[in-house]
T-cell receptor
């Protein structure tokens, strides 16, 4: 399985951009990078995913390096509600099925 | 569109008992995956069902089983409960293509006494 490495915790001031890094140096060519977040004791919430191009949606932007060995999730204007654990996941393909392999994630604390 | 629903939300059982958890996927989704989350082990994949068939399985003992019905609803069963089975059990649904995004439910918090 392709592994991901994330910093255990980060702080961000409200209104500022939060930039969450992820290293996935063993990623294979057809594996996607997914980002989820989990607010305390709730189910993980899908944020965004990408293969090789940068992606943007209403929640965040995903920047993937050209060699695909790392990526950055950007929350452009963090709010207190963005305080959560953020998981960077490389999707493991097993034939016609797949599973999400969660690491320990980054605990983002947004402060006033 | 309604999201993934799980029932019950909270459950307390004693050691040796069995438990059944239920998951209703997003309308139109045919794949349901189950995950266990504990403070020590984090989020771990249990199994995935698609069209009433288990097509992927994690590394859990046989006490953990599941099934899926023709309407794509899924149930997970844990027999002979142990204290270590106390966890948040999450299900996620997707359309079923292996590249599809999985959407999670709120989870069932199981406490084993």
């Amino acid at each position: 399985d392709a592994k991901t490495t994330q910093p255990p915790s980060m702080d961000c001031a409200e209104g500022r951009a939060a930039n969450l890094p992820c290293n996935h140096s063993t990623i294979s060519g057809n594996e996607y990078v997914y980002w989820y977040r989990q607010i305390h004791s709730q189910g993980p919430q899908y944020i965004i995913h990408g293969l090789k191009n940068n992606e943007t949606n209403e929640m965040a932007s995903l920047i993937i390096t050209e060699d695909r060995k790392s990526s950055t999730l950007i929350l452009p204007h963090a709010t207190l509600r963005d305080t959560a654990v953020y998981y960077c996941i490389v999707r493991v393909e097993t034939g016609t099925a797949s599973k999400l392999t969660f690491g320990t994630g980054t605990r983002l604390q947004v402060t006033l | 569109k309604a999201g993934v629903t799980q029932t019950p939300r909270y459950l307390i059982k004693t050691r040796g008992q069995q438990v059944t958890l239920s998951c209703s996927p997003i309308s139109g989704h045919r794949s349901v995956s189950w995950y266990q989350q504990t403070p020590g082990q984090g989020l771990q994949f249990l199994f995935e069902y698609f069209s009433e068939t288990q097509r992927n399985k994690g590394n859990f003992p046989g006490r953990f089983s599941g099934r899926q019905f023709s309407n794509s609803r899924s149930e997970m069963n844990v027999s002979t409960l142990e204290l270590g089975d106390s966890a948040l059990y999450l299900c996620a649904s997707s359309r079923g293509d292996h590249t599809d995004t999985q959407y999670f439910g709120p989870g069932t918090r199981l406490t084993v006494l």
